[in-house]
């Protein structure tokens, strides 16, 4: 609870600052918009735990909220500003500044002096207050939203503003985000009617922080925080059931993607040494190699056509048959990590999960689907990249590091397990051998040497 000599130096800090103000430029950025994968790719490029995401809310019913993953850090709403709502607003300050609330010390608020950056401020509100949760050297290492945190902890409100306001850093993260996801893009002279607020939970009370307003909002004890903000967002709604513009998204953290840590058997059979003959391909081979290839390239031609709409719909139909996807990524010690995504989700996801069990998360690596074929285009879906339903990957570091060290945190290396045959990724059919006990174990010998016309890539597709 705030002391009355901290409100006396919080609200003398305040006047100060606001004499200031009065000579300071108009600062106006672009909207971001109410889209999660922007908010995602903003907190994630920024130094917090991919494990933690924002996700759409569709509804304030209690079977719809009971469809949102837990747990919940933050909300953040979308509403309109109307003539109701200001008259509102007006009235609860006012009843509020005569009734003093019960302001946690713990609580973090930022006043908003940015004209348009209401969404920036509401993902500050969010992370400042479950920094516990989601910001971290354990996790990600520094970033610039764990920087801002640090360097205005001890701050007034106001004094936060005027941080973020000369903060190049932020302002460049916001404007390249604020192109992103748009349909067309946004006008910085346009007057928005359109507002961001957050919603979190701190010591047991929920609070709404609006960066317009002149303090946060205590709205009391609750036992269910998002049950609580939904009724709150809900009042926003009945005030005016006309306007159908509110959206709402909830940072919350993902269940884990049924990750494995596995490991190769370490009595495996050893491969013999073949002679150099095994290698080299007869006049036979070589004809046979080039008829399928002839046979490839004439099928390819002869083909029918396809419209744009009849692939997208054999790609929507894929993509209901296979919605998750199986990932191993065999890291350079040969441990093995597996885990599942969405097909839906990004080649960038799955970088950033890896991030966040690596020992070293600063060092920069690349994934790579054998044999040469770099994971490098970070929007792309899974589904897209080909690696539905399941694939195998190979890690490889591009910044040396310490001579020894270990690729993963020692808390996934203690989860480490077997891998066995039967612990296959993608299912595949196998065919019962009739041979002789030595063919067969011939056979499998040479399957596992690679020749060196295949190593050189000769026969790879382009």
């Given at each position: 609870?705030?002391?009355e000599?901290?409100?006396?130096?919080?609200?003398?800090?305040?006047q100060?600052?606001?004499?200031?103000?009065?000579?300071?430029?108009?600062?106006?950025?672009?909207?971001?918009e109410?889209?999660?994968?922007?908010?995602?790719?903003?907190?994630?490029?920024?130094?917090?735990?991919?494990?933690?995401?924002?996700?759409?809310?569709?509804?304030?019913?209690?079977?719809?909220l009971?469809?949102?993953?837990?747990?919940?850090?933050?909300?953040?709403?979308?509403?309109?500003?109307?003539?109701?709502?200001?008259?509102?607003?007006?009235?609860?300050?006012?009843?509020?500044?005569a009734?003093?609330?019960?302001?946690?010390?713990?609580?973090?608020?930022?006043?908003?002096?940015?004209?348009?950056?209401?969404?920036?401020?509401?993902?500050?509100?969010?992370?400042?207050?479950?920094?516990?949760?989601?910001?971290?050297?354990?996790?990600?290492?520094?970033?610039?939203f764990?920087?801002?945190?640090?360097?205005?902890?001890?701050?007034?409100?106001m004094?936060?503003?005027?941080?973020?306001?000369?903060?190049?850093?932020?302002?460049?993260?916001?404007?390249?985000?604020?192109?992103?996801?748009q349909?067309?893009?946004?006008?910085?002279?346009e007057?928005?009617?359109?507002?961001?607020?957050?919603?979190?939970?701190?010591?047991?009370d929920?609070?709404e922080l609006?960066?317009?307003?002149?303090?946060?909002?205590?709205?009391?004890?609750?036992?269910?925080?998002?049950?609580?903000?939904?009724?709150?967002?809900?009042?926003?709604?009945?005030?005016?059931?006309?306007?159908?513009?509110?959206?709402?998204?909830?940072?919350?953290?993902?269940?884990?993607?049924?990750?494995?840590?596995?490991?190769?058997?370490?009595n495996?059979?050893?491969?013999?040494?073949?002679?150099?003959?095994?290698?080299?391909?007869?006049?036979?081979?070589?004809?046979?190699?080039?008829?399928?290839?002839?046979?490839?390239?004439?099928?390819?031609?002869?083909?029918p056509?396809?419209?744009?709409?009849?692939?997208?719909?054999?790609?929507?139909e894929?993509?209901?048959?296979?919605?998750?996807?199986?990932?191993?990524?065999?890291?350079?010690?040969?441990?093995?990590?597996?885990?599942?995504?969405?097909s839906?989700?990004?080649?960038?996801?799955?970088?950033?999960?890896?991030?966040?069990?690596?020992?070293?998360?600063?060092?920069?690596?690349?994934?790579?689907?054998?044999?040469?074929?770099?994971?490098?285009?970070?929007?792309?879906?899974?589904?897209?990249?080909?690696?539905?339903?399941?694939?195998?990957?190979?890690?490889?570091w591009?910044?040396?590091?310490?001579?020894?060290?270990?690729?993963?945190?020692?808390?996934?290396?203690?989860?480490?397990?077997?891998?066995?045959?039967?612990a296959?990724?993608?299912?595949?059919?196998?065919?019962?051998?009739?041979?002789?006990?030595?063919?067969?174990?011939?056979?499998?010998?040479?399957?596992?040497?690679?020749?060196?016309?295949?190593?050189?890539?000769?026969?790879?597709?382009?």
């Open positions: 609870m705030n002391t000599q901290d409100t006396l130096n919080s609200k003398k800090s305040e100060e600052l606001g004499e200031k103000a009065k000579d300071r430029k108009i600062i106006k950025w672009l909207p971001l109410a889209n999660p994968d922007v908010w995602n790719k903003i907190l994630h490029n920024n130094g917090v735990n991919p494990n933690w995401k924002f996700t759409d809310i569709y509804g304030f019913d209690s079977e719809t009971a469809m949102i993953p837990r747990p919940v850090a933050a909300i953040i709403f979308l509403f309109p500003i109307t003539d109701a709502y200001e008259e509102f607003r007006k009235r609860e300050e006012t009843h509020l500044k009734h003093e609330q019960d302001i946690s010390a713990k609580l973090i608020y930022y006043k908003q002096t940015i004209s348009n950056a209401c969404g920036m401020m509401a993902l500050l509100h969010s992370i400042a207050n479950n920094d516990h949760l989601v910001v971290g050297a354990k996790h990600v290492g520094s970033g610039v764990q920087t801002i945190l640090q360097e205005t902890r001890n701050m007034s409100p004094e936060r503003a005027e941080y973020l306001e000369k903060c190049a850093d932020l302002a460049e993260i916001h404007a390249i985000s604020a192109n992103e996801g349909t067309e893009t946004p006008d910085i002279t007057k928005l009617r359109l507002h961001f607020i957050c919603f979190v939970e701190v010591d047991k929920l609070y609006d960066g317009r307003r002149s303090f946060p909002i205590n709205h009391g004890k609750c036992s269910n925080f998002v049950q609580s903000a939904a009724e709150i967002m809900t009042q926003f709604v009945d005030r005016n059931p006309e306007e159908k513009e509110y959206s709402a998204i909830a940072l919350s953290q993902i269940p884990s993607q049924e990750l494995k840590i596995l490991s190769p058997p370490k495996g059979a050893s491969i013999p040494e073949l002679p150099e003959s095994a290698y080299k391909l007869d006049a036979n081979e070589i004809k046979q190699l080039y008829q399928s290839s002839v046979e490839r390239r004439q099928n390819f031609e002869n083909r056509l396809k419209t744009q709409k009849m692939r997208d719909s054999e790609d929507q894929k993509l209901k048959k296979y919605p998750k996807t199986t990932i191993r990524v065999r890291m350079p010690d040969h441990t093995i990590v597996q885990a599942v995504f969405q839906k989700e990004k080649v960038f996801d799955v970088y950033e999960f890896l991030r966040s069990l690596l020992e070293t998360p600063e060092r920069k690596f690349v994934l790579c689907l054998p044999p040469r074929t770099k994971l490098v285009e970070p929007s792309i879906t899974l589904f897209k990249a080909g690696l539905s339903p399941a694939s195998n990957v190979l890690f490889g591009i910044e040396k590091g310490e001579k020894g060290g270990k690729d993963l945190k020692e808390e996934y290396l203690a989860m480490k397990q077997d891998l066995t045959s039967a296959s990724p993608q299912s595949q059919s196998s065919t019962v051998s009739t041979t002789s006990t030595s063919n067969s174990e011939t056979k499998s010998s040479t399957s596992k040497s690679i020749p060196k016309w295949i190593q050189k890539g000769l026969f790879n597709k382009k």
